[in-house]
């Protein structure tokens, strides 16, 4: 079995939304405004890159970063050399620029789990990060939660009503810039 790590920057409050400067939110690049920098805290960014074996990725995801990821050949060099999966009911075909395999529903991503190889990263992608966590097939997260409360926008973690799922938390860090690390695995 392949792990899905789901990977998120969060406010306090649980917004992912518009973490690198995206258009439309009010606090659109929350990530970087007022919060010092300090490459302690971005560590796990590359350890996720030699980590992962794929990239999933949401349509809406899929579409904000097949333009630009792959020009960024310092920052992004696994994830542009590594297969790529958008999960998409509408996507017509792949962008040519930055090719991906299309899976049509959580059960081909369900397979795709289920087959050989390096863990599968989630990056971005709420709507299907919701899924996944919904659906029982998210088994770690690693989150950088950022000293903010964004009050509106996309949420981490779905509203759905299901039981209690407890985490064991692998790692955790503060950082001096009040940004904390927590890696968790989904306990079944």
């Known amino acids: 079995m392949r792990p899905i790590v789901v990977t998120a920057f969060m406010s306090l409050d649980g917004v992912m939304e518009a973490p690198g400067g995206e258009?439309?939110?009010?606090?659109?690049?929350?990530t970087f405004k007022d919060i010092a920098f300090d490459p302690a805290a971005y560590e796990i960014k590359g350890r996720e890159q030699e980590e992962a074996g794929a990239l999933l990725?949401?349509?809406r995801s899929y579409e904000a970063f097949a333009p630009v990821w792959p020009s960024m050949t310092e920052e992004f060099p696994g994830y542009n050399a590594m297969p790529r999966y958008v999960v998409s009911t509408t996507l017509a075909e792949a962008d040519p620029r930055w090719p991906a395999s299309i899976l049509r529903s959580l059960d081909e991503v369900a397979a795709l789990r289920d087959s050989d190889g390096d863990p599968i990263i989630v990056h971005g992608s709420a709507t299907l990060g919701h899924g996944l966590a919904d659906a029982g097939l998210v088994d770690r997260y690693h989150l950088l939660v950022f000293p903010v409360l964004l009050g509106a926008?996309?949420?981490?973690?779905s509203d759905t009503d299901k039981d209690k799922q407890r985490l064991e938390?692998?790692?955790?860090?503060?950082?001096?810039n009040g940004i904390?690390?927590?890696?968790?695995d989904v306990l079944r």
């Open 180 to 184: 904390t690390k927590l890696v968790a």
């Open 23 to 30: 258009p439309g939110h009010r606090s659109s690049g929350w």
């Open 169 to 176: 938390v692998r790692e955790s860090e503060t950082y001096g």
């Open 57 to 59: 990725v949401g349509r």
């Open 153 to 157: 926008g996309k949420r981490l973690f």
